[in-house]
C-alpha cells in the first residue's frame, strides 16, 4: 500500500463516510465530496435520523394516552410544532457536527460541492462557494445514495403533494393525510402524523402492508396500526390525484373501499426509491448500470471499471444505511490491499413503526419460495413476563432453524424495541450458531430478549413459559 494513493469519495451518507473514514485509517489520502456542508447524506439530513426522532415524539404521545389503562391520567399533549422540529433540527446538527468534526481529525478533505466524473481518473468539482476544481484519483467511490420515487401518473403540481423529504420538514399537521404506499417509509411516517393528530388513510396496491415481509409478523403491526389509523386499504390502488380548492381528491380502486374518491388535505407518496446514477458523468467511464438504474458492482464493491466502486444504494438492494456502511468499509480495504468482500448472510431489516418489525437472514417467505425444509419456532410474547409488565404483549419473536443441522437461519420479531433485539439473531446467523446456543445462553430476567431464549427452547418442546412438548418423530 503507497501512503500516496488517492482516493476520491463522491456522496457523504453513511455509506460514504465511513468510506472515506476508513481509507483515512488505512493512511490513503482522501477526498469526500458531498452537496451538505458536513458528511451525513440523506440518512442523517433528511432521513433515518430525523424520522426516528418524530417517531420518538409519537410513540411518548401514544404511551400518554395509553397510561389511562395503568392508572396515571394526562392531559391532552399541546402540540409546538416550532419546538418538535427545533428538536429534530438539533439531533441532526449535533450528528453532522460530529461527522464533520471526525472527517477533519482523519484529514479527511471534504468539499461541499456537486461531482461529475470526466474520465476513470478524476472529478469536475462544482463547489457550494461559487468555484470549481478537478479532483485526481487513483480509486474512486461512488457512494450517492437514492431519491424519493414518484408515480408519474400521480405527479401534480402542487404543494399539498408530499415525498418523505417534504414530510419530514412537518410544515404543519393535515386534518387528513393519504399515505400512497404501505411500506416502511409509509408506515413510520403515516403513523408520525396521526400521533399528532392528522387522520391518515393508507393506501398500498399488495394484499397486505409490508410487502414482502412475513405475515405473522406484519399482522401484528397492523392490527395496531388499524386503531391508528383512519383507514388502511390493501389491495387497492390510487388512480388519480386532482387539486381542488379544499383539498387533493383521490380516486380508488380497490377492495371494501366506502366510496370511490375522497379529498385529503395532504398526500404523501411512499412508494419506494431510485439510486441517484444519472448526472454524474458515468458515460465518461467504463461503469455499467443495469435498467433499474443500480450500478453493476462485484463482492469487492468494484463496478466494471476497476478505478471505481460503488456502494450503498446505488449498489443494489437492500436500500439501508447499515448495508452501506458495510459496503464502503469493504471498497475502502480492497482499495488499500487488503482482502475483503462483502458477503453478508443476515443483513437485518427494521421497521421503527410501535411496535418495530424486524428480521435477518431466511425468511418463512424466502424459504416457502425455495421449497426449503425448515423449522419454524414462535414464542408469543404474551407469555413474556417483561412484555406484560410494559403493557405490551402483542408481539412474537420467532426462529428459522435448519431442521437436519438445527442451524439458525433467520428470525423475525414484531414487539417494541424489536430492533435492538433483532441484532441476536444477525450474530447467530452470521456464526452459523445452533438454536441450541441460544437456548443455552442465559438471558437476564425480565427482558425482552428472554424471548430469543425461549424461542430456541421451544425448538426442543420446553420452553418455560409455554407448553409445547415436542412430538416425536
Known sequence: MSETKRVAVVGGGPGGYAAAFRAADLGLSVTLVDMEPNPGGVCLYRGCIPSKALLHIAKLIDETREAAHWGVEFGKPKIHLDKIRAFKEGVVQRLTQGTGDLARL?????????????????????????????????????????EPAMIRSLTIDSPRLMDSTGALELKD??????????????????????????????????????????????????????????????????????????????????????????????????????????????????VQITDRGFVTVDLQRRTTDPAIFAIGDVAGEPMLAHKGSHEGIVAAEVIAGKKAAFEPIAIPGVVYTDPEVAWCGLTENQAKTQGRSVKVVRFPWAASGRAITLDRPEGLTKLIVDPETERVLGMGIVGTGAGELIAEGVLAVEMAALVSDLALSIHPHPTLSETVMEAAEAFYGHATHIFNPKKSS
Open 106 to 146: 482523519r484529514k479527511v478533505r471534504f468539499i461541499q460541492g456537486k461531482a461529475r466524473f470526466t474520465g476513470s481518473s478524476e472529478l469536475q468539482v462544482d463547489r457550494a462557494d461559487g468555484g470549481s476544481e478537478t479532483v485526481v484519483f487513483d480509486h474512486a467511490i461512488l457512494a450517492t445514495g437514492s
Open 173 to 286: 399537521i393535515p386534518a387528513s393525510l393519504l399515505v400512497v404506499g404501505g411500506g416502511i417509509i409509509g408506515l413510520e411516517l403515516g403513523q408520525v402524523y396521526a400521533a399528532l393528530g392528522a387522520r391518515v388513510t393508507v393506501v398500498e396496491m399488495t394484499p397486505g402492508l409490508l410487502p414482502g415481509v412475513d405475515a405473522n409478523l406484519t399482522g401484528i403491526l397492523e392490527k395496531r396500526l388499524r386503531s391508528r389509523f383512519e383507514n388502511t386499504f390493501v389491495n387497492t390502488r390510487v388512480t388519480e390525484l386532482k387539486e381542488q380548492k379544499n383539498g387533493i381528491r383521490a380516486r380508488f380502486e380497490g377492495e371494501n373501499l366506502p366510496a370511490a374518491e375522497q379529498v385529503f388535505d395532504r398526500v404523501l407518496m411512499a412508494v419506494g426509491r431510485r439510486p441517484n446514477t444519472a448526472g454524474l458523468g458515468l458515460e465518461t467511464t467504463r
